[in-house]
């Protein structure tokens, strides 16, 4: 069945220090691979996606995630992380061909302290 | 310029009640995107408009749910005799084109539902 893993509920992490928050999921082939990030009372914004090429990708305020095939991961980076970062994180995915479907992953929660 | 918009906001509904859940997307847009996103989970898929065509609705729980978008813009979720286990935040997304592959989602704001 696909799937998508982010094994941690919260990620603390002191402002100025580099965050990881983690994802890996299980789709067939070689998936489009998604972040997006949700803010106290607004909707899901999108932050990166891997579609294909260089396995680091960059995205909006500083955000970047690195695709690794062999260990089906996707882990959102950022070299030092700010109190405004604070937010829900969501891993998603989608198969190349075919469907409509994206997967999301259960969401990790960060939390940056000043 | 005006994003993805829902209405209402917030619903409470009486178990048994229908409702009906409405999505405004971005103006142009093809593609159109249901989910449900319950307490503590990520939004689950349920259903995807291109224009006016239903072209996936694999993710409908229950033939109690129903979901139209007939003249390629605006869309309504229904939910006939809800239960309990249909309280959740129900997100509306849009993008520009067909809706497959790589497209960025643009989402609302969600609607809450809570039946009691």
């Known amino acids: 069945a696909q799937s998508v893993a982010q094994p941690e509920d919260q990620v603390n992490v002191a402002e100025g220090n580099p965050l990881t928050v983690k994802c890996t999921y299980s789709v067939s082939g070689n998936p489009y691979l998604f972040w997006y990030v949700q803010y106290p009372n607004r909707g899901l914004q999108f932050l990166l996606k891997y579609i294909t090429g260089d396995n680091l990708v960059k995205g909006s305020y500083g955000f970047e995630a690195e695709f690794n095939k062999s260990q089906t991961s996707f882990h959102l980076k950022k070299p030092s992380a700010l109190v405004s970062d604070s937010a829900l994180y969501f891993c998603a995915v989608r198969e190349r061909r075919g469907g409509f479907k994206t997967i999301f992953g259960a969401g990790t929660r960060l939390f940056v302290k000043a | 310029g005006a994003g993805v918009s829902q209405s209402p906001r917030y619903k409470v509904a009486k178990r048994g009640q229908d409702v009906a859940l409405r999505c405004d997307p971005i103006?142009?847009?093809?593609?159109l995107f249901w989910y449900q996103q319950a307490l503590g989970q990520g939004p689950e898929f349920l259903t995807y408009f291109q224009n006016e065509a239903q072209l996936d609705k694999s993710g409908l729980p229950s033939d109690r749910f129903f979901a139209e978008r007939p003249e390629g813009s605006v869309s309504t979720l229904k939910i006939q005799r809800t239960q309990q286990e249909d309280s959740a935040v129900y997100l509306c997304?849009?993008?520009?084109?067909?809706?497959?592959?790589?497209?960025?989602?643009?989402f609302g704001p969600g609607t809450r539902l809570l039946v009691l």
């Open positions: 103006s142009g847009h093809v593609s």
């Open positions: 997304a849009s993008s520009p084109m067909g809706g497959g592959g790589h497209e960025t989602q643009y």
